[in-house]
């Protein structure tokens, strides 16, 4: 049994079908949804977090893929350079989980991996490009 | 009363007192008002941000056969120089993009490289590719030239800020539904935040509200050298409406810095990209107050409480004279991560950096205690709020075509 996290790009034509239930019928996995936006184009974004096994799991992927619907890299791919950062702040109201936080004691701003679901939004707003994700 | 002079010599004598514009407000509550004019000589105000009319002047020496730069065309690291002087000497402002930039015709625009990247490469004693054409004349014959340029090569090179140390800025927001992209940051629609650029109760100007010690000829802490306050900045507009305790309620005054850049240090001098709209260069800058008497310490003991700030939509095409002003907030809010406006709760992001001016105004208080940096007394004053000096904006009138 193994735990991971994929963020899923709904293109408009595939908001509507039961894409991602099929994932508990046919390929034995459980999820969670961590997170489920449709945005003003009508595309929607689904963040989950999926357990089952490695095998399944990667029978599961390569269904989505086939369905058209886009499979974001995971949070462990996005990185903060701290000798770029220069603690602004202009990233933290942008950041859809508040996974970038200020400490407000040493006035830097940190980033919590945890909570990321590589959205890659910081990646556009740091003006220092302190935030990278690889894919 | 001191004067300027007293305190350079408590400052040669190691026995400067010396605190941040932060850590004198504690200062002076506890001792009382009084005995800390007396006992402190100095306070140490910064801010970093992006600055974006801020550029540099050069001079590249002359090759064999010579070329005259001036009206011809010239890049440095591909970033497109004013080349509109006399011949071995060049402008290059922190917006300039390469002609190839895409810029915002693939919107929103990258702009990952720009003027403002080119002296970040130039500080960190890069090797950049300067090109030139050149028309050629009877003295300076040559027409082209493709070679590279290090800053040690450079005869001179100095850093030039026409504007920066905005006194107060906008807060900035987005009333409409779509995302915008601004020089103040993306801003997320229906007020999905709000974005602000200054350090508040740590800011020059905001610790020296009617310019009555800063200066032209002030000495200042300028990108980690020693430059000076060269005139006031573009757009100095000291004329606005201000609180009980002078403070401007909306951006106000400016300043212009000069210093060499050879002696700048990188952590303060950043290349610096807005997604949608352009290349910048971010600049730290640390100013001494001298506490000449009562009056000055009032001022340097401002909170952030007291300074306030408009919130302006910048979704119809900000202009500072003909904006929506959404409401009013202070910066005790901005820093604390959020405001209220509207009834809702919005998070709040800063486009300069706290930590960052916090750092330089704590370098600046160690070389005044060091000895190692002395005050200058200011050679002209800047226009203030009583001088009727005030920012106008551009009237157009449509050139008749003959
Ligand atoms: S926007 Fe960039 S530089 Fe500013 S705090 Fe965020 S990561 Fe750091
Ligand atoms: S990619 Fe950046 S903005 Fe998106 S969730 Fe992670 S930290 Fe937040």
């Known amino acids: 049994m193994s735990k991971k996290r994929i963020v899923l790009h709904f293109p408009k034509e595939l908001v509507d079908k039961s894409i991602v239930y099929k994932l508990v019928k046919d390929f034995n996995l459980e999820f969670n949804i961590l997170k489920a936006e449709v945005n ?88 220092y490009k302190a935030m990278s994700i690889v894919f | 009363m001191k004067t300027i002079k007293e305190i350079n010599e408590r400052i040669k004598k190691g026995e400067a007192v010396v605190f941040t514009a932060e850590e004198i407000v504690e200062f002076a509550e506890k001792k ?35 070329i005259k730069l001036g009206g011809g065309k010239v890049t440095l690291g591909g970033v497109p120089c004013y080349a509109a002087f006399a011949a071995g000497d060049l402008f290059l402002g922190a ?29 960190e004693g890069k090797d950049l590719i300067l090109e030139a054409n050149a028309y050629g004349t009877d003295c300076y014959p040559r027409r082209h030239l493709r070679t590279y340029i290090n800053i040690k090569d450079l005869n001179e090179v100095i ?23 601004t020089y103040m940051g993306i801003l997320k629609p229906n007020l999905g935040n709000a974005n602000y650029c200054s350090a508040g109760s740590l800011s020059p100007l905001l610790n020296d509200p009617y310019y009555k010690t800063i200066g032209i000829g002030t000495k200042i802490f300028l990108a980690g050298a020693v430059g000076f306050i060269s005139w006031w900045g573009t757009q ?18 400016t300043l212009s810095l000069i210093g060499d850049l050879k ?17 910048t260069l971010s600049v730290g800058v640390g100013i001494p107050i001298p506490v000449l008497n009562e009056e000055i310490l009032s001022y340097v003991c401002v909170k952030d409480e007291d300074i306030v700030a408009p919130v302006v939509d910048y979704a119809k095409g900000y202009s ?42 704590g370098i600046l208080k160690a ?22 000096y005030r920012f106008k904006t551009l009237k157009e009138r449509i050139p008749k075509d003959v």
């Open chain 1, 40 to 127: 003003p184009k009508e595309e929607g974004l689904l963040v989950l977090e999926i357990k089952g096994d490695e095998d399944d799991f990667n029978k599961g992927i390569e269904y989505l893929n086939k369905t058209g619907v886009r499979i974001q890299p995971l949070s462990q791919d996005v990185s903060m350079d701290r000798a770029k950062c220069v603690d602004c702040t202009a990233c933290i109201p942008l950041c859809p989980t508040k996974a970038l936080v200020k400490n407000p004691e040493t006035l830097e701003v940190e980033f919590v991996k945890e909570k990321c679901i590589a959205c890659g939004i910081c990646v556009h707003v740091c003006p």
């Open chain 2, 32 to 66: 009382g008002f009084k005995k800390a004019a007396q006992l402190v000589d100095v306070v140490t105000t910064a801010t970093f941000g992006p600055m974006c009319s801020s550029g540099i002047y050069f001079n590249i020496g002359q090759s064999k056969p010579r």
């Open chain 2, 95 to 123: 917006n300039a993009l390469p002609e190839e930039d895409p810029r915002n015709a693939i919107y929103p625009g990258e702009f990952k490289y720009g003027g403002g990247h080119v002296i970040q490469d130039l500080i």
């Open chain 2, 159 to 181: 850093l030039f800020n026409m504007r920066n140390c905005y006194q107060n800025y906008n807060v900035a927001v987005n009333v409409s539904d779509k995302p915008i992209y």
């Open chain 2, 236 to 253: 100095h507009n000291p004329g606005v409406e201000r609180t009980e305790k002078g403070i401007p309620k909306c951006p106000a005054g």
């Open chain 2, 263 to 279: 002696e700048t240090d990188p952590s303060w001098l950043i290349g610096t990209s807005m997604y949608g709209y352009g290349a």
């Open chain 2, 320 to 361: 500072p004279e003909n904006s929506d002003v959404l409401g009013v907030v202070n910066y005790a809010q901005l820093k604390s991560g959020k405001i209220e406006l509207a009834g809702r709760e919005i998070p709040t992001g800063s486009l300069s950096s706290l930590k960052k001016a916090r750092e330089i105004a």
């Open chain 2, 367 to 388: 070389w005044i205690k060091e000895g190692k940096f002395f005050l200058s007394e200011a050679q002209g004053k800047l226009p203030s709020a009583d001088s009727g």
